[in-house]
């Protein structure tokens, strides 16, 4: 079907148990199409994993999802808000926070400085106190770094506050990654292959990570390709495959289902 012959959406709103609701969605890059009519159902508390090979849309429908991109067409909609328009930043103060597949850290900033960095979001004081450094800013300072330290305990990095993030293993700086996202305290959480260079004891402890998360009642999606974290975690999978959805369902339907097994796992 082309674009043009596809019926107008309905304009039902999504049901209650549904976090995140995409529709239609599609972004071409000059002759290439990443994103091809695209839906998705991300249920609240649940995680959500994408998959497909190199090149198949992953990174760029979280892109459109987090507001990097904004869709050629197709519509978004998170707890009742219509997504599509929003810029990033407005997307993060609603809750959606996210990690990018090539990290982006402040290597030259302290561990803890980035995470502190992360959570600007949320400071709770006048801009202008920034600027004198009054009363407020001090207690913001000291809740922030608080918060700060729980996260990094989180991620198992309290040992590593002080030093700079570009001195940290590689692992370690996806972890830190990880922190950073938690720090705005968002609600959708976005994993752009957050096990690509972790050793064995490093994808076992992100998946303990990634279960305590959504055990607390945070939304994750997580575009992977570590085949076990995914079948371990998921409550749903989306297969892609040329931008397009090639299969959705259960770990246990992926894994079953012969059009993913030829096109994908088989390969
Ligand atoms: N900013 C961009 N500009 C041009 N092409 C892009 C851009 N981002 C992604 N693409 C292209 O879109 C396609 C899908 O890429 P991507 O979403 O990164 O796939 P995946 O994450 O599944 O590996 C690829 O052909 C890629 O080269
Ligand atoms: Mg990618």
Redesign the pocket.
């Known amino acids: 079907m082309t674009a043009s012959s596809r019926p107008a959406p309905a304009v039902e709103a999504p049901p209650a148990s549904v976090l995140l609701y995409g529709e239609g969605l599609h972004k071409r890059?000059?002759g290439?199409q990443?994103v091809r009519d695209i839906s998705l159902n991300v249920p609240h508390g649940s995680v959500f994993a994408i998959i497909?090979?190199?090149?198949?849309?992953?990174?760029?429908?979280l892109n459109l999802m987090s507001g990097l991109y904004q869709p050629d067409r197709g519509r978004m909609i998170f707890d009742g808000i219509h997504l599509v328009g929003l810029p990033a930043h407005k997307r993060a103060r609603l809750g959606l926070a996210r990690t990018f597949?090539k990290l982006r850290l402040f290597k030259q900033l302290s561990v803890v400085g980035n995470v502190i960095a992360a959570s600007h979001i949320h400071h709770q004081i006048p801009p202008w106190q920034y600027v004198i450094h009054g009363g407020a800013f001090a207690r913001d300072d000291a809740r922030c770094r608080a918060e700060a330290d729980k996260l990094l305990r989180f991620v198992g990095l309290e040992a590593r506050a002080s030093v700079l993030a570009a001195s940290l293993a590689y692992g370690e700086q996806r972890m830190l990654e990880l922190a950073r996202a938690l720090a705005t305290s968002p609600r959708l959480l976005m994993l752009d292959e957050p096990a690509a260079g972790l050793n064995a004891a490093e994808v076992e402890r992100l998946l303990e990570r990634i279960r305590l998360l959504r055990a607390g009642g945070m939304t994750i999606i997580v575009?992977e390709h570590n085949m076990d974290l995914v079948m371990k975690i998921a409550d749903r999978v989306l297969v892609?495959d040329y931008?397009q959805q090639l299969f959705e369902g259960t770990p246990a339907q992926v894994q079953a289902s012969p059009t993913v097994i030829a096109a994908y796992l088989g390969a």
Not at 52 to 61: I, Q
């Open positions: 890059f000059g290439v990443a497909g090979p190199n090149g198949a849309g992953k990174s760029t429908l597949q575009v892609m931008g």
